[in-house]
């Protein structure tokens, strides 16, 4: 045996003993601690194996059956099944919905979102910082422009009833008939309630807006519908995998097939070669393992 084919068989302790040692002192923190970040959780042993294999190896650039690559039939086949499993999950018509599976985390998926349905300095609205929205919902300050989203576009924020704590639909509505958004977001990172789906789609289509649901807090409850249908109003939904859903650390975009509208196209487009190269195949893979565990009575069980 080559001394290089002997180092590319040496396990982590062995290979690099520094790097194994910070490892094992993170897994004792993560098992013996208490964890309290409602943004992370810990995923199965499969999904783990699943993001250790041979499929890191591989380069696919493209779409299934439009690669860039050779080799790529089983890859192919993966990811397939990924998307598959993703609309079984959320319980939607493969006939109505499409999704891509291959953004690297939340925050590119949004971005891929605007890029591909916006033009630059076009509007959005989404809820504001400070009331439990998320960085990627077009947050600046005063004094700067905090996210690429209110860089790149106009951003109006909405808020939350400064009594209630809870969406003020009625200062929303308001809003967004002045400021005429194409995009009006809902979705969250630290508010603690439901939405209100179908009038915030009454609002968008009464601006001629599309709607978005960045669900990825949330979306594992969502699969066990413990909370309100984001997919029977809103045009676009994406989400993380890592969070409720107990994945791997990627991302997916839901978009209806419409065919004026043509999400599709424009959303692929803009994920590649709009904004990545090559997707990570082993984390779609260990998505598509894990939408397998979130598809079980189990699961639902864990939700709740």
């Known amino acids: 045996m080559s001394a290089d084919t002997k180092a590319t068989n040496l396990s982590l302790?062995?290979?690099?003993?520094?790097?194994?040692?910070?490892?094992?002192?993170?897994?004792k923190r993560q098992f013996c601690g208490l964890e309290l970040i409602a943004s992370e959780n810990f995923t199965s042993r499969a999904v783990m194996e699943t993001l250790g294999t041979v499929f890191t190896n591989k380069y696919s650039e493209g779409l299934p059956g439009k690669r860039y690559?050779?080799?790529?039939?089983?890859?192919?086949?993966?990811?397939?099944?990924?998307?598959?499993?993703?609309?079984?999950?959320?319980?939607?018509?493969?006939?109505?919905?499409?999704?891509?599976?291959?953004?690297?985390?939340?925050?590119?998926?949004?971005?891929?979102?605007?890029?591909?349905?916006?033009k630059p300095h076009d509007r959005i609205m989404g809820l504001d910082l400070p009331s439990g929205g998320h960085l990627t919902h077009g947050f600046y300050t005063p004094k700067k422009k905090i996210s690429a989203t209110s860089i790149f576009f106009e951003s109006l924020p909405y808020r939350v009833d400064g009594e209630t704590g809870?969406?003020?639909?009625?200062?929303?509505?308001?809003?967004?008939?002045?400021?005429?958004?194409?995009?009006?977001?809902?979705?969250?990172?630290?508010?603690?309630?439901?939405?209100?789906?179908?009038?915030?789609?009454?609002?968008?289509?009464?601006?001629?807006?599309?709607?978005?649901?960045?669900?990825?807090?949330?979306?594992?409850?969502?699969?066990?519908?413990?909370?309100?249908?984001?997919f029977e109003f809103s045009h676009v939904v994406t989400t993380t995998t890592h969070k409720s859903l107990r994945g791997p650390r990627g991302a997916m975009i839901f978009f209806r097939l419409d065919k004026e509208l043509k999400l599709k196209s424009k959303i692929d487009f803009a994920v590649f070669p709009g904004l990545q190269g090559g997707p990570h195949n082993n984390t779609i893979a260990a998505i598509a393992v894990q939408l397998k565990q979130v598809d079980t009575p189990e699961f639902k069980k864990y939700s709740e």
């Open 69 to 118: 690559y050779g080799g790529n039939e089983f890859i192919d086949q993966a990811e397939r099944l990924c998307q598959s499993r993703a609309l079984k999950a959320f319980h939607v018509d493969a006939k109505e919905w499409g999704v891509n599976v291959q953004p690297y985390s939340g925050s590119p998926a949004n971005f891929a979102v605007f890029t591909a349905l916006l």
């Open 166 to 230: 809870l969406i003020d639909y009625k200062a929303l509505e308001a809003q967004a008939k002045l400021f005429i958004p194409k995009i009006i977001i809902c979705g969250a990172s630290a508010y603690p309630r439901d939405w209100d789906y179908k009038k915030l789609r009454g609002i968008a289509d009464s601006v001629g807006a599309l709607l978005m649901t960045d669900m990825a807090h949330t979306s594992g409850l969502i699969a066990s519908k413990c909370l309100n249908d984001p």
């Open 13 to 27: 302790e062995q290979a690099d003993e520094e790097m194994y040692k910070i490892l094992k002192k993170e897994e």
